[in-house]
């Protein structure tokens, strides 16, 4: 693992400030992340299967902004939540997480309980199951890009 942030050869406390840096920095621009996919994925698809006033941009942007503000609030709490443990996981352990474990630890925490609720008590039908599929995306945009800045090797 040579050349990781895990096992840095600069001085330690060097070592420390880029892990804590890229901890931040992954703090804020993964739940970014996250709320953009929301966004984008619903303006998109209000412009073309929305509504009569989402069909507009001013109707589709409307509706893209309110979901992409709260997807935001829900992305920020569990990246500072999961993204926390996670990355203090990885330092206590001093090696790096999988990509593979950041994905299912994002679809078991955040994507399956949000969908078991949004689909509870409904039938399953195809607009039964545009949240949960909403909801699939954040939470991947938001565990990926958390990876990718506070977890990948520093170097990759």
Request: with cysteine.
């Given at each position: 693992?040579?050349?990781?942030?895990?096992?840095?050869?600069?001085?330690?406390?060097?070592c420390?400030?880029?892990?804590?840096?890229?901890?931040l920095?992954?703090?804020?621009?993964?739940?970014?992340?996250?709320?953009?996919a929301?966004?984008?994925?619903?303006?998109?698809?209000?412009?073309f299967?929305?509504?009569g006033?989402?069909?507009?941009?001013?109707?589709?942007?409307?509706?893209?902004?309110?979901?992409?503000?709260?997807?935001?609030?829900?992305?920020f709490?569990?990246?500072?939540?999961?993204g926390?443990?996670?990355?203090?996981?990885?330092?206590r352990?001093?090696?790096?997480?999988?990509?593979?474990?950041a994905l299912?630890?994002?679809?078991?925490?955040?994507?399956?309980?949000?969908?078991?609720?949004?689909?509870?008590?409904?039938?399953?039908?195809?607009?039964?199951?545009?949240?949960?599929?909403?909801?699939?995306?954040?939470?991947?945009a938001?565990?990926?890009?958390?990876?990718?800045?506070?977890?990948?090797?520093?170097?990759?």
């Open positions: 693992m040579s050349g990781s942030a895990w096992s840095c050869s600069r001085s330690r406390s060097s420390d400030d880029l892990l804590v840096k890229r901890f920095a992954a703090l804020v621009l993964a739940p970014v992340a996250g709320a953009l929301g966004f984008l994925s619903v303006l998109i698809a209000s412009l299967v929305g509504s006033h989402e069909r507009t941009l001013s109707g589709a942007t409307a509706s893209a902004s309110f979901l992409g503000f709260y997807a935001l609030l829900i992305c709490v569990y990246t500072a939540v999961v926390s443990a996670a990355y203090a996981y990885a330092r352990r001093r090696r790096r997480l999988s990509l593979a474990v299912t630890v994002a679809v078991v925490t955040g994507a399956i309980p949000w969908s078991i609720a949004a689909v509870a008590g409904r039938d399953l039908t195809g607009e039964a199951l545009i949240f949960p599929a909403l909801v699939l995306l954040c939470s991947v938001t565990a990926w890009t958390f990876w990718r800045i506070a977890l990948a090797e520093a170097n990759a």
